[in-house]
């Protein structure tokens, strides 16, 4: 699941930094990534990967 999350934050950034939009300093197209980065080692790392049920 959160490496859904990383590919569209990565995507969003790509769109922001291509169109060359100006947004404020907390939006910018280098955070976006590092969010989707964030998004991705948690992926690799296990977290998120997938629901199981404890029995």
Same mark, same amino acid.
């Given at each position: 699941?959160?490496?859904i999350?990383?590919?569209?934050?990565?995507?969003?950034?790509?769109?922001?930094n291509?169109?060359?939009?100006?947004? *404020?300093h907390?939006?910018?197209?280098t *955070?976006v990534?590092l969010?989707?980065?964030?998004?991705?080692?948690?992926h690799?790392?296990?977290?998120?990967?997938?629901?199981?049920?404890r029995?």
């Amino acid at each position: 699941m959160l490496g859904i999350v990383a590919a569209v934050l990565f995507f969003v950034s790509f769109l922001i930094n291509a169109s060359d939009l100006s947004t *404020n300093h907390v939006f910018s197209s280098t *955070n976006v990534m590092l969010l989707g980065l964030m998004a991705l080692a948690l992926h690799v790392a296990g977290i998120g990967a997938g629901w199981s049920r404890r029995r």
